[in-house]
């Protein structure tokens, strides 16, 4: 029985991995590399043509209303998320398949210290990867759609698309960078805590926790006051994100890191441990170095999500482009729509819900 099952969970996965690759090489060969001919307006319609029409307005739309929204479309939002989420699963299989022998402990500190120029200090990323490419492609849109009445040059420089699609995936590749530097640094650290000063919205969050988790809660084993408190890694990582001043954090090692240190180094185990003191400092050094890059890494991601979401300027640039997107598709389809055949949707709809079936044979005749 557990062989079948595993026979099974190894076929979906290779299955979803197939069609994560089939996804990507379709988008690629559907978006960049197929030949186009020039396409006149007004577009001749069919059923198909119109709903793709009607969809990037309703698609643009949205992102306008989201953007002139001051709270956060939550409701709508949710549904898109969990939609992309299905769609993405095969994708990140794929993904994962594809950097199953990558180690992220590997990426030098100089890697993050270009990026943290790029993105942080500078902004020169998200305007090169993110805001020049939409730019280009809207500009011209604009130009083959209103001037010349037909869409040309929008195809010959199509393939700038692919720096929007390269920011998509590296970012993704970073969050994924983050989470794994995340879990395998937890793993390091002695109880998988960091050890700060006492803050008091921490201990009572975790005494709250406690509270609510544990039957035997006592609160008279909880000191209210004390020099240091040990806390999660991810509640440190996201305390220390919204704190202007760095902390002084403590790490204290624990067994598996002292294992990967002394295989490192060709150290036997058990000499290891019982000269520990001699690798000390070696030691700290490991768990201080990774730290570093994970704390660096989660202030670049938090400037680039501020970045593409809130930052005001940014928000002004997008919706600007996102306008003239939906003008382009709208002028499309209203100068378009005469060109629909109106009794291929009437004949549609009556089949669909007006079918009728041939009493003896089972068939539909209409």
Sequence with gaps: MRN??????????????????VIVLAFLWLRFIRKRLPRDIPFYFNIMGLFIIISLCLIYSFLIYSLLKKKKVNSYADIIKEILTLIYMPLELLDDFIKNYFDSNKIPYIFFSILEYLIVKTNIYYYSFVIFPRFVLISIL??????????????????????LLFNAYFIYSLRKIKNNLEILLESYLSGGKVNIPYIYELYEQMRLEEKNNDPDYDDEDWQHEVPRIYVKLKVFLEYQLMCSTKLDYKLLSSEKI?????????????????????????TKDYLHKEMKKLLQLCYILKHYDFTHISMQKIKNIKLLIYTNYLLCWLYI??????????????????????SIQEPFSGIFIW
């Design 258 to 282: 002292r294992q990967r240190i002394a295989k490192e180094n060709n150290i036997d185990p058990q000499e290891f441990e019982e000269n520990y003191y001699k690798y000390v400092q070696k």
């Design 142 to 163: 604009v130009l083959d759609t209103f001037i010349f009445n037909q869409l040309f040059f929008i195809y010959k420089i199509i393939y700038i698309g692919l720096f």
């Design 4 to 21: 079948q099952q595993k026979i099974i969970q190894y076929i979906h996965k290779y299955f979803l991995i197939i069609l994560g690759l």
């Design 333 to 354: 389809l209203i100068v378009s729509i005469h060109t629909l055949d109106i009794n291929q949707i009437i004949i549609m709809l009556l089949r669909t819900f007006l």
